[in-house]
């Protein structure tokens, strides 16, 4: 469920998103790609796309994407990284999916990482119904359903907590958890099939600071003037857990593909 333009939760996360956040393990991509039969002639959306996570490598095999995220500097910041990575076939919309999907035409797929569960669910997929051509498809890009909990998150929580007090899940996220039951009864998204696709990644304590702050629940603005204390408490705990200060974590991308179905 979006928020009204100026107010996303992201406003602050951004400058950390790109760099910090996990990648989508690499071939999953390319998976959506092959499936849903993108070319050069395609046209995409992404919705909530950040600062191009999606958008910027998916516009090197389609003729053009149209990225839509309710954050001005997400759009920025992929504004940015698009041109510094001379990617021009991309066009950034800022506003809520729900409310500028329906005047943005036809598409031959939609996809969303890690986005759906900010939005309508139920509405958005009636929306895509009308919005991805006969043929086409939505793709659903998230962490994986067996994916465990990095070995540094318990310890970063627990201080974090102590500067935030425990939160819990973010008011605005959708009530449901998962993707299937919204797919399952949506009209023309409901034979979907589920991929995972596992890789590693490797962290130093900076890159899990970058991390916790590119999320919703810990800004480095929500820390205010508290941040450095924070970090430097974070970095000794992490430390005291691994020494070494590298953290090997074992990830995994879940692919939901849907075509659409075709109407009566």
């Not at 139920?122 to 895509?128: H, I």
Request: aromatic letters at 8%.
């Amino acid at each position: 469920m979006d928020e009204s333009p100026g107010s996303s939760p992201f406003a602050s996360a951004a400058a950390y998103y790109d760099r910090f956040r996990a990648p989508y393990a690499p071939g999953a991509l390319d998976a959506v790609i092959a499936a849903l039969a993108l070319g050069r002639t395609a046209r995409v959306l992404d919705l909530g796309c950040g600062p191009g996570t999606i958008a910027i490598p998916l516009s090197l095999a389609v003729g053009e994407v149209v990225a839509v995220d309710l954050d001005s500097q997400m759009l920025a910041e992929g504004q940015r990284l698009a041109a510094a990575q001379g990617r021009h076939n991309i066009c950034w919309i800022q506003g809520r999916a729900e409310d500028v999907l329906p005047g943005l035409g036809q598409f031959h797929a939609a996809v969303l990482g890690q986005s759906l569960h900010w939005m309508d669910r139920d509405l958005l997929l009636k929306q895509l119904a009308d919005a991805v051509v006969d043929g086409g498809g939505v793709a659903i890009l998230d962490e994986g359903a067996r994916r465990m909990p990095e070995s540094w998150a318990g310890i970063a929580a627990g201080v974090a907590a102590r500067y935030l007090g425990r939160t819990g899940r973010h008011p605005l996220k959708h009530p449901e958890t998962d993707h299937e039951p919204s797919l399952r009864r949506s009209a023309h998204f409901s034979d979907f099939t589920v991929r995972e696709f596992s890789h590693q990644i490797t962290r130093d304590v900076a890159s899990i600071v970058g991390c916790i702050y590119s999320g919703v629940g810990a800004t480095r603005e929500m820390f205010g003037d508290r941040a450095p204390a924070f970090e430097a408490e974070l970095t000794q705990a992490l430390l005291r857990f691994n020494p070494s200060g590298v953290f090997n974590e074992q990830l995994e991308t879940a692919v939901f593909l849907a075509p659409k179905r075709r109407r009566p």
